[in-house]
Structures are given as structure tokens and as C-alpha cells.
């Protein structure tokens, strides 16, 4: 079975998250993640993450959801809180064979962690709460260039295409005995795979967009939404923008 990786999976839910106007809520976390990415210091730091996970709760989203997507992250991060301690110079915690860990390393490295934690709890309550084409009208209002918008929608939409493709792809290999190993072989085979899924992607695309020009499709997506800002909307508005400069104003003041 395939596990698609739907954004918008839960945007039929009802929350003030769901409620609010996409526009807004664009412009307002997105200044809220610059903000947490800006924050000097540990102490903002975790108060930082405080708010994104109040924001996270009041979206409802479901706890399974978000950890599905948050855990990616630890990825990127854990390699920080590791090398860190042991490459920025200050305070001795310890020495080991001249290997030193200090205390500015592992804080600065705590620090990146909690920063980018915060800033992709807070892509959930912005996109996972509306529909993915009514986001993409939303950054159409928003005067965002249209050629990045076309992007964003194709991009999207034929990410489901391509699992179900090497999907295809994987089971094909698995019917004629291949296996998953740490040899050369397997890479190998591997990439060959993946080289095939690009060539693919790379004539499908061709297909769609000469498909879409017979069609006289005017890269201007169209939806049934219509967007109106309510009282609500900039209450929320204001909360997130007045969190986000209230970080900013702490940290460098």
C-alpha cells in the first residue's frame, strides 16, 4: 500500500487554524518562523518552541500526524548537538584524549536544534490546516511570482505519481529476487532505478505540458474559494505578528 504524503490531510478538521484566512496566516506564521530562526539566545529559544506547540495544539491536527512530520527534522539537527560541543571553543566540561567538549558548543548546538524544531512545528498549523489549491491561490493573491506558484502546484500534485511509480518500480525488482543490502550491487541497482525514475518523470512532464497547452491552460489556477478577512482574522493576525516581534524586540533589545 502506498503511504502518500498528503500535507493536507487533516484540512477538513475545524479549528481557529482552519478558520483562518489563508493569506494571513501565510504572512503571519511566515514572519513568526523568520523571528524563531533569528532568536540569539536558549532561554527565547524554548520560549519560542512554547508557542509553536500552543499554535500546534489550537490547530487540532493529530498528535500522529505531526510527529510524522516533525520527526524528519531530528535528522538534520542531531548532528549539530553532536559535533558542536566538541568543535566551538569556551568553557571546558570536559576533556577526553584532547578531545574537548564545551559548554558554548553544546548550547549553541541546543540551541540550533530547538530553533529548527520550532520553525517546522510551525509550517504545520500554516499549511496543514488548509487545502493544498486553496494555499496556492492564497500565494497567488499574495503577489507571489506566478512561476513559483505553477511550481509549488506541479510539484505537489505529481509527488503522488512518482511513489506510485517507484513503487512500481520496487516491486519489479523484488519480483526478479532483488534485495536490499549494503553491497555495491545494491547501489548499483539502486541507482539504476532512480536514473530510470528521473527519466521518467522527465518524459511525463513533457506529456502534461504538452497536454496542457492543447488544453489552453492560462497558468492561473482557478478555485471556488473566495477569501474574506474577519475579525477573527486579524485578532490571529496580530497575536502571531505580535508574538513574533516581541521575540525580536527581547533578543536584541
Do not use: C
Amino acid at each position: 500500500m502506498v503511504n502518500y504524503p498528503e500535507i493536507d490531510k487533516y484540512s477538513s478538521l475545524d479549528s481557529p487554524m482552519h478558520r483562518f484566512d489563508p493569506r494571513a496566516k501565510i504572512v503571519a506564521f511566515i514572519i513568526l518562523i523568520f523571528a524563531v530562526v533569528l532568536v540569539p539566545n536558549l532561554k527565547l529559544a524554548f520560549i519560542a518552541l512554547i508557542g509553536a506547540i500552543l499554535f500546534l495544539i489550537a490547530s487540532k491536527l493529530p498528535l500522529r500526524f505531526a510527529l510524522q512530520h516533525i520527526k524528519w527534522v531530528f535528522l538534520f539537527v542531531v548532528p549539530f548537538i553532536i559535533i558542536m560541543p566538541f568543535t566551538v571553543s569556551g568553557t571546558e566540561i570536559f576533556n577526553f584524549h584532547g578531545l574537548t567538549m564545551t559548554y558554548e558548543g553544546l548550547e549553541y548546538g541546543i540551541l540550533v536544534a530547538v530553533r529548527a524544531l520550532s520553525a517546522v512545528i510551525l509550517v504545520l498549523p500554516m499549511i496543514a490546516t488548509t487545502r493544498f489549491d486553496v494555499t496556492i491561490k492564497a500565494l497567488g493573491e499574495l503577489k507571489m511570482p506566478n512561476m513559483l506558484v505553477q511550481m509549488f502546484m506541479f510539484t505537489y500534485r505529481y509527488i503522488f505519481v512518482f511513489v506510485v511509480e517507484f513503487q512500481r518500480t520496487w516491486r519489479a525488482m523484488a519480483a526478479r529476487g532483488f534485495q536490499l543490502k549494503t553491497n555495491l550491487y545494491a547501489l548499483k541497482t539502486i541507482g539504476r532505478a532512480l536514473g530510470m525514475l528521473f527519466v521518467r518523470s522527465y518524459e511525463r512532464g513533457d506529456r502534461v505540458y504538452q497536454a496542457l497547452r492543447a488544453r489552453g491552460y492560462t497558468a492561473k489556477p482557478k478555485t471556488l474559494v473566495e477569501f474574506k478577512m474577519r475579525a477573527s482574522d486579524y485578532v490571529w493576525t496580530v497575536v502571531i505578528i505580535g508574538f513574533a516581534v516581541s521575540l525580536l524586540i527581547v533578543s536584541f533589545a
